[in-house]
């Protein structure tokens, strides 16, 4: 779950940020990588170090002040803020969007359902929702098996929020799984599942339904066009959080990642880039 | 030369009679030390708990099964545990159904039927075996296990409480397997030499003579192995599915064909993402405290059941 990745520049003097420790979302750690590597070719004094241990984690590494950025796929809540000012002098955490995810809907490649909608999808995450075989949704008679993230990671939450609504949970029946990966591959396997997961994660063994906002309205797959345009229902910004406005090596860092090569990068890595 | 090898000889042991204060500081201090760890670990995560240990709600905790860390607006969140609990205690029943005969016979052929070579080459195998990671093991629940449940029993999903029991059964095996061997060869020869001498079969030999004889690390060796099963989490992770429900009637053996979760699969895969210093990452502690509470309490039946069978040693 904790893959760690370095790019080691040229060894010169140790200046103040000329090294940028990075922890944060498990969604994010493909790309962050990916954005180390390729900064490599533009700064090779500058070694960067990225972790994927979780937006929890990576934030109370920033409180700690063990890394200089951390990186989320959700807000910063009250406490955290908080907790930031209180280790940091009174300094605020600085909140910079990077990228848009969408969060696609996975079933197995063979299932004939195509496309789903919200009011639908709330029936089969929520709690007390009526859908739990597919023929309800015009597939065969197949028991659902429901998977998603773990209960409290960022899109865990995201994708509550959005499906199901103010106050309703999701049902019990929705199975945790260790990581956005193990999501994809359980859907990948398994005949009658259901799940969802950043769409970076999205790859050609797995099949994707189109999601709607309204029941008969029409159904978006999670790409570049439909999240940067807003006609993808489940999509979210993805964070970068500072302590204070950064500065030195890591202002440069945070320039070139919300710069053209950057956000190359962010397509690359089959996120959503910033509009342009 | 022969006087210079002398010399040196007599410098070592003179510089090791200067040393012998030091060495028996680190011998003594490698011995509490493993005290001063266990203290640690209890200091620790008491230390991550305490905050939250008198607002939780013990009765939600033990005895519901609505595990809503972080809640939706306008909800508050809940801390039911139960379907964990039910998780780590089925796997562990299943698992020590499965891997204590499988352990117990592997370790009476190791010592008492097999010879020479074979002999040998089993137990390099079986320590082999133990040194096999969990994640790998977790990988082949996943992978070459997940399959086969699906075909034999015709089910939609292969990840569960049986592939979780059957993955912890085999990482339980090579360590059950190693101390009840011990055990056995601690038998004095003279027993089935006596034994052989009244007419006794190896089977009755095994059963009737060795057996008793060994109880005490026969048990030990299951008690660690059910300690194994209660611990283990980044395999049940992979392998049991991370389902959250409770099985509406226990003597259907189709709750086998469930996927379950256990108390270590949600610290690991929660502890990441949520809070830290908040409620939820406290009551992860807790949870963590509830594992502790769980290994005492096998630890010490497994004293209290060695000193009882020790005790009946003495007075028969």
Redesign the interface.
């Known amino acids: ?2 893959l760690s990745f370095t790019s080691c520049g040229k060894k010169t003097t140790p200046t103040s940020g000329s090294a940028i420790q990075i922890n944060g979302s ?1 969604t994010m750690l493909q790309v962050g990588i990916a954005w180390a590597d390729a900064y490599k070719a533009v700064n090779p004094d500058v070694t960067i170090t990225v972790n994927g ?5 990576g ?2 590494a920033l ?1 700690n002040g063990t890394i200089e950025i951390s990186q989320s796929s959700r807000a910063l ?1 009250p ?2 803020i908080e ?1 930031i000012k209180a280790s940091h002098g009174g300094v605020a955490p600085v909140e910079h969007i990077v990228g848009y995810d969408g969060i696609a809907v996975f079933v197995h490649k063979d299932n004939p359902v195509k496309s789903l909608s919200i009011p639908q999808l709330k029936e089969i995450f929520g709690e007390g929702g009526s859908i739990d075989n597919w023929n309800q949704v015009g597939g065969p008679d ?2 659902m ?1 429901i998977v998603g993230r ?5 899109t ?2 995201f994708f ?2 959005i499906v ?6 999701f049902k ?2 929705v ?5 956005s990966t ?1 999501v994809v ?2 859907c990948t ?5 259901i799940g969802y997961s950043g769409m970076g994660y999205v790859n050609a063994n797995v099949g994707l339904v189109g999601v709607s906002k309204e029941d008969g309205g029409t159904a978006y797959e999670p790409n570049a066009e439909s999240v940067g345009s807003g006609t993808f229902p489940i999509a979210r910004p993805l964070y970068i959080f500072t302590v204070g406005e950064p500065t030195g090596a890591t202002k440069d860092y945070l320039d070139w990642i919300k710069g053209p090569s950057g956000q190359k990068v962010v397509e690359a890595e089959k996120f959503v880039a910033l509009p342009k | 030369m022969a006087t210079k090898k002398t010399s040196l000889r007599g410098l070592g042991a003179k510089f090791l009679d200067g040393a012998e204060p030091l060495i028996r500081a680190l011998i003594y201090a490698s011995g509490w030390s493993s005290i001063v760890f266990v203290a640690a670990i209890f200091f620790f995560i008491f230390r991550e708990a305490w905050p939250i240990l008198p607002r939780v709600n013990w009765g939600e905790f033990f005895f519901t ?11 508050k969140a809940s801390y039911g545990a139960m ?1 964990m609990m039910y998780g780590t205690i089925s796997v562990t029943i299943v698992s020590m159904v499965i891997a204590v005969p499988l352990g117990l016979g592997a370790a009476v052929y190791i010592s008492e039927f097999a010879t020479g070579k074979v002999k040998e080459s089993f137990k390099v195998l079986i320590e082999l075996l133990a040194a096999i990671p969990s994640i790998v093991w977790g990988f082949i629940g ?1 992978v070459v296990l ?2 086969i449940i699906q075909d034999v029993f015709g089910v ?2 292969g ?1 569960n409480l049986l592939n979780g029991s059957i993955v912890v059964a085999f990482m339980a095996v090579p360590m059950i397997v190693s101390i009840s061997e011990d055990a056995l060869r601690a038998v004095p020869d003279t027993y089935r030499e006596a034994a052989l001498a009244l007419g006794a079969s190896k089977w009755q030999i095994v059963y009737k003579v060795l057996f008793p004889a060994a109880k005490n690390g026969l048990l030990a060796a299951c008690m660690l192995g059910v300690g194994r099963a209660v611990g283990e989490t980044m395999a049940v ?2 392998a049991t ?5 409770i099985p509406e009637n226990f003597a259907n053996p189709a709750i086998l064909l469930d ?1 379950v ?1 256990t108390l270590t ?1 949600t610290i ?11 409620d ?2 406290r009551m992860l502690f807790v949870i963590g405290i509830v594992l502790l509470v769980f290994s005492v309490v096998i630890n010490v039946t497994s004293d209290i059941i060695v000193k009882g069978v020790k005790g009946d040693q003495k007075n028969a």
Do not use: Q
């Open positions: 779950m904790a498990d241990e979780g937006s929890g984690t934030i109370a409180i809540k406490e955290e907790s197949l028991k098996e773990n209960n409290a990671s960022g865990y939450v509550r929020n199901c609504g103010k106050g309703v949970e019990n029946a199975s945790p799984m260790s990581g193990a591959e359980f396997t398994t005949p009658a599942a | 099964n609505d595990w809503v860390p972080v809640p939706a607006e306008g909800n379907s996943l997940n399959p939609a999903v990840v992770l992979m599915g991370n389902g959250m429900v996927k979760r699969a690991v895969s929660e502890l990441p993402d949520s809070v830290h210093g908040g939820h990452y």
